[in-house]
């Protein structure tokens, strides 16, 4: 007897659905996993400001079967035709897609100390009018402001090795010059 159609066992939609690596409800979760953050407009970790919650897709797309399915698992709502999208169906995200997308994103990356610098100087850049440089600039000043109030010295190589007013020459004797050492 042939069982495919059976809800149990090695021919069953279950078990071919586990072997293909799609979600039990039917879509493949990293094409589901992109419509879902594409539809809210964030990136691929899941990160940004939803700006929007709608997918636009047709009957013969190949995101229309994805889509389908995400309405089937319930993380999406199928909303009817759309005269400005050319008459094809529009899609929005619902709840549960958000639940989903927060969860199963996969993190971001660990950022080193210079591109966080550039990540804030675009987050200020357009309201500064400052160029990177001159950010850059910026920050550093302030930066040896606030440490120059904290320590009390005049900069902050001299609060790191000590105020160079106070260093003592070497003496005498251990100062060779070139020619000493050469004869």
């Known amino acids: 007897?042939?069982?495919?159609?059976?809800?149990?066992?090695?021919?069953?939609?279950?078990?071919?659905?586990?072997?293909?690596?799609?979600?039990?409800?039917?879509?493949?979760?990293?094409?589901?996993?992109?419509?879902?953050?594409?539809?809210l407009g964030v990136d691929r970790h899941g990160q940004g400001e939803r700006y929007r919650n709608h997918f636009v897709t047709g009957e013969g797309s190949v995101d229309y079967p994805d889509c389908m399915a995400l309405v089937g698992a319930g993380l999406m709502e199928r909303r009817g035709y759309s005269a400005l999208a050319g008459g094809d169906w529009c899609f929005t995200v619902t709840e549960a897609g958000a639940a989903y997308v927060a969860e199963h994103s996969p993190p971001p990356p660990k950022l080193t100390a210079g591109q966080r610098r550039y990540r804030e100087w675009l987050d200020v850049s357009?309201?500064?009018?400052?160029?990177?440089?001159?950010?850059?600039?910026?920050?550093?000043?302030?930066?040896?402001?606030?440490?120059?109030?904290?320590?009390?010295?005049?900069?902050?190589?001299?609060?790191?090795?000590?105020?160079?007013?106070?260093?003592?020459?070497a003496p005498a004797s251990s100062q060779t010059t070139i020619q000493e050492k050469g004869e």
């Open 1 to 39: 007897m042939d069982n495919t159609g059976a809800s149990f066992g090695p021919g069953s939609r279950a078990a071919h659905e586990a072997r293909s690596g799609l979600h039990p409800t039917g879509f493949d979760p990293s094409r589901g996993l992109h419509i879902l953050q594409h539809s």
């Open 126 to 169: 357009d309201a500064t009018g400052e160029t990177f440089i001159e950010f850059c600039r910026r920050k550093a000043a302030s930066a040896i402001k606030a440490r120059r109030a904290e320590t009390g010295t005049g900069s902050v190589h001299e609060s790191a090795v000590g105020d160079s007013r106070d260093a003592q020459p």
